[in-house]
């Protein structure tokens, strides 16, 4: 009953004084029995509390987060951080998840359950309304780069962000050309089925996510693919079965944004050991540089900089895509999409490297 009226007043703290205000309330007046009162609002912490619980499919449910005054606003595309302590005397478990939903003063995440997801399994089994546990700020780069034609390509929950910028740019009555296509295992699985049905903007498809056998031929349907940029979402195996079919079209990979909450671990296997040095030539910037045989674990833009070469670069752990580039000629192991590398978590795999 105390956690229901916490909640209540909280959303009634966060409408009337809007976040900024209360940020100046709770710092001027925070002090330990403030912080002990109540320590969602009188916390240096960005905090999140459930406030509504959604069944979407049979494994998949909405949690609508009301966030305190220390979160940022988020644009459509973004995920954040959940820091949760799912048992005592554990480290909290962490993990990113998109924004489904982002309302005025609230936010959404839209969770399948996984049996082996520890934190997707405690929402799933535990979560409470008025449960509340630290998140990050919004954060991401996969948010809708005011291109004229694009295609949402999305599979199984990879649908959150693309649902959330539809219902974005159509809210707002962007002029943009929108086709989206959503691949789920069964009408029962389709998460936002009815929602989606009613943007009238969605081609469904029905089989399992692994069967890539149906890709080619369903996005070829799209005639003109490669005049429109695409947001790709989904399980990692759909995802290379999209990047394998758009390359076999030379689609431009400059115009495919595709989310990537994590960079996936490059075995340290994978990078190559030389026993001669690699020569590396920068087409747009017009300068060389060498990656000394025993410095083949650096990345590529370790091994700029350590040249006193600058490459333009962002979050360094292949999320953004500010470092991407375009390999001309040779090979690197690591975070390579179709033509495109990102030389932030790329490694030299040939002995001569030419990029854009
Ligand atoms: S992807 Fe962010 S710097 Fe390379």
């Known amino acids: 009953m105390l956690k229901e009226v916490m909640t209540s007043a909280h959303g009634l703290a966060i409408n009337v004084l809007g976040r900024d205000r209360l940020e100046y309330v709770a710092s ?21 509390k459930i406030i509504e619980i959604r069944q979407e499919t049979d494994d998949t449910k909405t949690f609508v987060l ?28 962490k993990r990113c998840y998109t924004l489904s939903e982002i309302n005025k003063d609230t936010v959404s995440i839209t969770v399948k ?33 005011q291109q004229e034609k694009i295609l949402f390509i999305s599979a199984g929950s990879g649908i959150t962000p693309g649902f959330a910028m539809l219902n974005d740019l159509l809210q707002n009555q962007t002029p943009v050309d929108i086709e989206f296509y959503y691949r789920s295992r069964s009408l029962k699985q389709t998460i936002f089925q009815k ?44 995802k290379n079965s999209v990047i394998k079919f758009l390359e076999s079209i030379d689609y431009d990979f400059d115009q495919l944004t595709i989310e990537q909450f ?15 040095d690699v ?5 747009s910037q017009n300068v060389g540089f060498v990656i000394k045989a025993a410095d083949c674990h650096q990345t590529i833009l370790e091994a700029a900089e350590a040249n006193g070469i600058e490459m333009e670069n962002g979050c360094r752990t292949g999320m953004c895509g500010t470092c991407r580039t375009n390999l001309v000629s040779g090979s690197v192991s690591g975070n390579q999409l179709g033509k495109s590398i990102y030389p932030c978590s790329s490694y030299a795999a040939s002995k001569e490297l030419v990029l854009e």
């Open 66 to 93: 009301l966030p305190n005054q220390h979160f940022k606003q988020a644009t459509a595309g973004q995920h954040i951080e959940l820091s949760v302590v799912t048992s005592a005397n554990e480290a909290p478990t």
């Open 28 to 48: 001027n007046t925070m002090n330990v029995v403030t912080q002990a009162l109540d320590p969602f609002i009188w916390s240096y912490d960005c905090q999140a």
């Open 262 to 276: 994590t960079m996936p671990e490059l075995a340290a296997s994978t990078i190559r050991k030389f026993d001669e």
């Open 195 to 238: 929602a989606l049905s009613l943007t009238g903007k969605v081609n469904f498809s029905y089989s399992e996510l692994d069967d890539h056998s149906v890709v080619p031929s369903q996005l070829a349907a799209y005639e003109d693919i490669k005049q429109r940029s695409i947001y790709l979402c989904g399980p990692e195996s759909f």
């Open 113 to 145: 359950h996984q049996a082996n997801g520890k934190l997707s399994h405690w929402l799933h089994t535990q979560a409470k309304i008025g449960d509340s546990f630290k998140v990050s700020s919004p954060r991401g780069a996969f948010v809708y780069k």
């Open 279 to 283: 020569n590396v030539f920068i087409k």
